[in-house]
């Protein structure tokens, strides 16, 4: 299984972007896909997961700016309203029964 994660970039204070996340190759029913996130320095957390049947879990931190959504293997972030504290890696993650799989991380930086 591979996952393609594209849309990081530079942005500013109050902007948005989008992250798009493809899975590919042998993939019989994904469970979970969702996206994480790393700042320099911390541990990796949750930022949004979408669970199969459409139960949607954010961080409180996102609630009400991000919008996680998916398309048949591929998952989406839409964050609007981005702070300087958003900046970080994102990683996407995808649950295939049990086993875990992450992309190749994408950076979103967030000043002015």
């Known amino acids: 299984v591979q996952l393609q994660a594209s849309g990081g970039g530079l942005v500013q204070p109050g902007g948005s972007l989008r992250l798009s996340c493809a899975a590919s190759g042998s993939i019989s029913t994904i469970n979970v896909m969702g996206w994480y996130r790393q700042a320099p320095g911390k541990q990796r957390e949750l930022v949004a997961v979408v669970v199969v049947g459409g139960i949607i879990t954010y961080a409180d931190s996102v609630q009400g700016r991000f919008t996680i959504s998916r398309a048949k293997n591929t998952v989406y972030l839409q964050m609007n309203s981005l702070k300087p504290e958003d900046t970080a890696v994102y990683y996407c993650?995808?649950?295939?029964?049990?086993?875990?799989?992450w992309g190749q991380g994408t950076q979103v930086t967030v000043s002015s």
């Open positions: 993650n995808v649950l295939i029964r049990t086993s875990t799989y």
